[in-house]
């Protein structure tokens, strides 16, 4: 009878992976800033999508959530970017126009 309890080739131990929760807090952000909240989600989209992408590359392998990191990312950028656009065509633009004296309420006196 042969002892199994002296394995010359044991099994190493699986590597624990964990997701990044800033990572979920960014895609959870990035999504708010599309729907509900388009400035401060998108602020945290972006925030804690660069935290966790340093916590990502820091991990060593054992930090999951790079996609839902960058997910968070372009969210949060793309809507920012349109949230800047919309505030010069809809305020920016408009004083400027009035400033110069071209009516922009389609009405001439």
């Given at each position: 009878?042969?002892?199994?309890?002296?394995?010359?080739?044991?099994?190493?131990?699986?590597?624990?992976?964990?997701?990044?929760?800033?990572?979920?807090?960014?895609?959870?952000?990035?999504?708010t800033?599309?729907?509900?909240?388009?400035?401060?989600?998108?602020?945290?989209?972006?925030?804690?999508?660069?935290?966790?992408?340093?916590e990502?590359k820091?991990?060593?392998?054992?930090?999951?959530?790079?996609?839902?990191?960058?997910?968070?990312?372009?969210?949060?950028?793309?809507?920012?970017?349109?949230?800047?656009?919309?505030l010069?065509?809809?305020?920016?633009?408009?004083?400027?126009?009035?400033?110069?004296?071209?009516?922009?309420?389609?009405?001439?006196?």
């Amino acid at each position: 009878m042969s002892d199994n309890t002296s394995n010359p080739n044991p099994m190493p131990a699986p590597s624990m992976t964990q997701t990044s929760t800033m990572a979920i807090i960014s895609l959870i952000g990035g999504i708010t800033g599309f729907t509900v909240l388009p400035f401060l989600g998108s602020l945290a989209g972006i925030i804690f999508g660069h935290i966790a992408k340093s916590e990502i590359k820091k991990g060593g392998g054992r930090i999951t959530g790079n996609g839902m990191a960058t997910a968070g990312l372009i969210m949060g950028y793309v809507t920012l970017g349109l949230g800047i656009c919309a505030l010069c065509v809809f305020v920016i633009l408009p004083l400027i126009l009035a400033a110069i004296g071209i009516s922009t309420s389609g009405y001439s006196y």
